[in-house]
């Protein structure tokens, strides 16, 4: 595993939780609460969809700036793959982490 794969894979299963707990928390702030299983599931294409652009970028900045950010033809699709292995990661800590009911009045 080179290091851009295991950071792919790393920074999503880390930011992934964090991010599962700001949408239940946002969403129960505007008194709409979502189950667990729905928050997780939206956080988690939030993120691939996140992921996805940053991939877009780096493409355009290889074809239209003269980058070298990508190392071969299946780079992307590596990249895009972590990604995903991160988030899945990172959605079953948030699940283990947040399956606790949120309070009824949140100090956020």
């Known amino acids: 595993m080179q ?14 939780p964090l991010i ?13 609460p979502l189950p667990l299983s729905i928050a997780t599931l939206f956080s988690a294409t939030l993120m691939f969809s996140v992921a996805s652009m940053y991939e877009i970028i780096e493409l355009w900045d290889e074809l239209h700036f003269g980058g070298q950010r990508i190392w071969g033809k299946y780079d992307t699709a590596l990249d895009l793959q972590w990604d995903l292995c991160g988030i899945v990661l990172g959605s079953l800590v948030a699940r283990i982490l947040l399956t606790h009911k949120i309070p009824a009045n949140p100090k956020c």
């Not at 290091?3 to 992934?16: K, S």
């Not at 599962?20 to 008194?31: A, I």
Request: cysteine-free.
């Open 3 to 16: 290091y851009d794969q295991f950071a792919h894979l790393t920074v999503q299963a880390l930011v992934t």
């Open 20 to 32: 599962v707990w700001l949408v239940q928390r946002f969403m129960h702030k505007f008194s709409y």
